[in-house]
């Protein structure tokens, strides 16, 4: 159950940042729910210079998501088998 939690929240964030990259960008009825939130983090993440000392919530988790689904090269990894 904590890893399928994990992995819904790896795929919201991942979602989330393709959908700023893309069509969605100044759209914000993304049908995906939490999108319009969590694209509202992202914003945030990407001038964030606070990294782990960071107060606003999801900040630096956000930050390691992205970093780590960049980066990862398993094919087979628990965490990123849902967005890879």
């Known amino acids: 159950e904590n890893l399928k939690r994990i992995q819904d929240n790896v795929a919201l964030v991942i979602h989330a940042h393709k959908c700023l990259q893309g069509v969605n960008q100044a759209n914000e009825s993304c049908p ?8 509202n983090i992202l914003n945030h993440v990407r001038s964030c210079q606070n990294g782990e000392s960071c107060k ?7 930050k ?9 090269c398993k094919s087979d990894c628990l965490f990123c088998v849902a967005v890879k």
Request: aromatic share 8%.
């Open 32 to 39: 995906t729910p939490y999108c319009l939130k969590m694209k």
């Open 56 to 62: 606003v919530p999801h900040c630096s988790h956000s």
């Open 64 to 72: 390691k998501i992205i970093s780590h689904w960049r980066n990862c």
